[in-house]
């Protein structure tokens, strides 16, 4: 059973910096890729980035595209999401997710398999 724990929310200004990491426990299959997503209050949950596993191909949706970074240290067994110029739209739990089926559908909620408990940020205006 694979475990994912987030880390690295909190509260910032508007223009201000995160980085979330999420590390992953138990037994991991290679070739899983891992994504990031999040959820605003009274919304659905949306696709923020993912990463294959090789680290060497990565998808963003638009709004975070030249603001966020995904990477990945599969030695660590770690994801990580860097934000930057942080606006407060990107107010939400942010969760991260592994994906043992097709990158192809990176971007479907319902094709992850495993997923993190979740992480708040807040970015103030």
């Known amino acids: 059973q694979v475990q994912l724990v987030e880390s690295g929310g909190g509260l910032v200004q508007a223009g201000g910096s995160l980085r979330l990491s999420c590390v992953a426990s138990g037994r991991i299959a290679s070739g899983i890729s891992m994504g990031w997503f999040r959820q605003a209050p009274g919304k659905e949950r949306e696709f923020v980035a993912a990463?294959?596993?090789?680290?060497?191909?990565?998808d963003y949706t638009d709004s975070v595209k030249g603001r966020f970074t995904i990477s990945r240290d599969n030695a660590q067994n770690m994801v990580l999401l860097e934000m930057n110029s942080l606006k407060p739209e990107d107010t939400a739990v942010y969760y991260c997710?592994?994906?043992?089926?097709?990158?192809?559908?990176?971007?479907?909620?319902?094709?992850?398999?495993?997923w993190g408990q979740g992480t708040q940020v807040t970015v103030s205006s």
């Open positions: 990463v294959t596993w090789s680290g060497l191909n990565a």
């Open positions: 997710a592994g994906n043992r089926k097709s990158y192809g559908r990176r971007r479907i909620a319902a094709e992850y398999d495993y």
